[in-house]
């Protein structure tokens, strides 16, 4: 499995909103609704933000939030803040018991 | 709450194998399948694979197949990996994860520390 294409970085300044995207395929992002968003800093472990494409765990702010249209799915961070800044991976289910990452995209708040 | 713990930092040679245990608490074992997930300096992670420790059953990624074996001891509750004949790609941190909270096994929400294995000579 390939992994799901994301841009490499992305910025906004503090309290602005900024859209991370995720593509993939129709057997993968498009062909599913198991779509899960991590938040990674340096020498952490990921940490789960959205799972299946909209819903937010209990103690995630209500800043994040997740959508899909066809292959692609995104990450919107609402109200920038400086904690934010931080690695964004997005996972997929591709099928025959897989599961597939992006790539990254490093966020960075101005 | 649940938690899981990995072992220590390794270093091995070209050639070697090695094995990464994870010892999860403060859930039900058997209920959710055990991830591993291994993320190379300064790159994404990558999936390899899932092991069910209900009944030990397995799901490798194509990429690792015939090289990594998962296994579980429900006595323990530790489900370990190893991967065979390392090469220097294989540096990496090694983090085991599972499903607790949400209802798809495709959501990690829980997710060990990590374990850094290095290969080199």
């Known amino acids: 499995q390939s992994a799901l294409t994301q841009p490499p970085s992305a910025s906004g300044s503090p309290g602005q909103s900024v859209t991370i995207s995720c593509t993939g395929t129709s057997s993968d992002v498009g062909g599913y609704n198991y779509v899960s968003w991590y938040q990674q800093h340096p020498g952490k472990a990921p940490k789960l933000m959205i799972y299946?494409?909209?819903k937010r765990p209990s103690g995630v702010p209500d800043r994040f939030s997740g959508s899909k249209s066809g292959n692609t799915a995104s990450l919107t961070v609402s109200g920038l803040q400086a904690e934010d800044e931080a690695d964004y991976y997005c996972t997929s289910y591709a099928g025959s018991n897989n599961l597939v990452f992006g790539g990254g995209t490093y966020l960075t708040v101005l | 709450q649940a938690y899981l713990v990995q072992s220590g930092a390794d270093v091995k040679k070209p050639g070697a194998s090695v094995q990464v245990s994870c010892k999860a608490s403060g859930y039900t074992f058997t209920t959710s399948y055990i991830h591993w997930v291994r993320q190379a300096p300064g790159q994404g992670p990558q999936w390899m694979g899932m092991i069910n420790p209900r009944d030990g059953s397995t799901f490798y990624a194509q990429k690792f197949q015939g090289r990594v074996i998962m296994t579980r001891d429900p006595s323990t509750t530790t489900v370990n990996m190893e991967l065979i004949g390392l090469i220097s790609e294989d540096t990496a941190v090694y983090y085991c994860?599972?499903?607790?909270?949400?209802?798809?096994?495709?959501?990690?929400?829980?997710w060990g520390k990590g374990t850094t294995v290095t290969v080199s000579s």
């Open positions: 994860a599972t499903t607790v909270y949400s209802s798809s096994w495709t959501t990690l929400d829980v």
């Open positions: 299946e494409v909209t």
